[in-house]
């Protein structure tokens, strides 16, 4: 069986030449519950234990002392196979090949669309934290996930929101969940979308026609673990802070005019037949 070709430290060497020890007057390998604490216990104290090379040449061991207790060759050349499938298991389980890897750059157009392409893709839930958001085409792909089921959260710039063409406020309209901050002095600079909480795209690109036709941008398509969870922990924090600066739809905000008038006609009309009575308790005039 070929072994991982690694130096290793003396210490770890010293480690599994323990572990053979500890099963050394096993003949069949028959491993107890003690003889599992113990291998725990050497592993944890283990040198290097968290360094990919040394992991894969202590396995390597393990299967070198099952090895040396098999008499037969055609046993042996089954065990060498095993190793051979569990390394690349272990390869593929612990460091799996990114399913969403991706870089671009600005200015070129058909990279908007390849960012469009990735908000397609959503199947669940958009979450989109965005300093600046005027490109008409992006927010149609946005508002299109929304139609089709796909829960949408946005959160974006005061500031920004209020420039000429932004689609924050048209997002909110089609019944898109829409926040924003409310420090004028400082902004909501974040620029990065999580998708079904699966991957992750990110970088200086701002959702503007300027940026995708003129500036110099970039954006990066991640799906790693650690990241995807640090990035849906920020924008649920966010999200959070700014519950109090959610976008109304436009149809809800003429309603609540309308409320708001009607109580107050209400109001002055019930304080003037209040003074007439006062004015005139008789009802003579």
Not at 40 to 52: C, D, K
Not at 199 to 208: A, E, I, K, P, R
Not at 233 to 247: H, M, P, R, V
Not at 270 to 283: H, L
Request: proline share 1%; charged share 30%; hydrophobic share 35%.
């Amino acid at each position: 069986m070929e072994s991982t070709k690694v130096d290793l430290h003396s210490q770890t060497v010293s480690a599994h030449d323990k572990i053979e020890q500890l099963f050394s007057s096993s003949k069949d390998l028959k491993v107890t519950e003690a003889d599992q604490q113990d291998l725990g216990r050497i592993l944890n104290r283990m040198y290097g234990r968290f360094e990919e090379d040394t992991c894969q040449a202590t396995v390597d061991r393990l299967f070198k002392i099952a090895l040396d207790k098999i008499e037969d060759d055609h046993s042996k050349k089954v065990v060498c196979g095993l190793r051979q499938m569990v390394r690349q298991a272990e390869f593929s389980l612990y460091r799996p090949n990114a399913r969403f890897q991706d870089a671009f750059f600005f200015p070129n157009m058909a990279n908007v669309k390849r960012l469009q392409k990735y908000i397609s893709m959503a199947k669940k839930s958009i979450d989109l934290c965005i300093f600046s958001f005027t490109n008409d085409d992006l927010a149609n792909e946005v508002k299109d996930a929304h139609n089709r089921g796909v829960k949408v959260r946005i959160i974006t710039d005061d500031e920004a929101m209020k420039g000429k063409g932004a689609d924050s406020t048209r997002m909110a309209d089609a019944g898109i969940a829409v926040r924003c901050d409310s420090e004028e002095r400082y902004h909501m600079h974040n620029k990065f979308m999580v998708v079904d909480s699966l991957f992750l795209v990110t970088g200086s690109f701002n959702w503007t026609f300027q940026a995708g036709k003129s500036n110099q941008e970039n954006l990066v398509v991640l799906d790693g673990e650690y990241f995807i969870k640090k990035y849906d922990e920020e924008f649920n924090k966010l999200w959070g802070q700014f519950a109090s600066n959610e976008l109304e739809r436009k149809q809800h905000a003429a309603a609540t005019t309308i409320q708001k008038k009607y109580k107050s006609n209400q109001t002055t009309r019930r304080a003037n037949n209040n003074r007439k009575k006062t004015n005139d308790p008789w009802g003579l005039e």
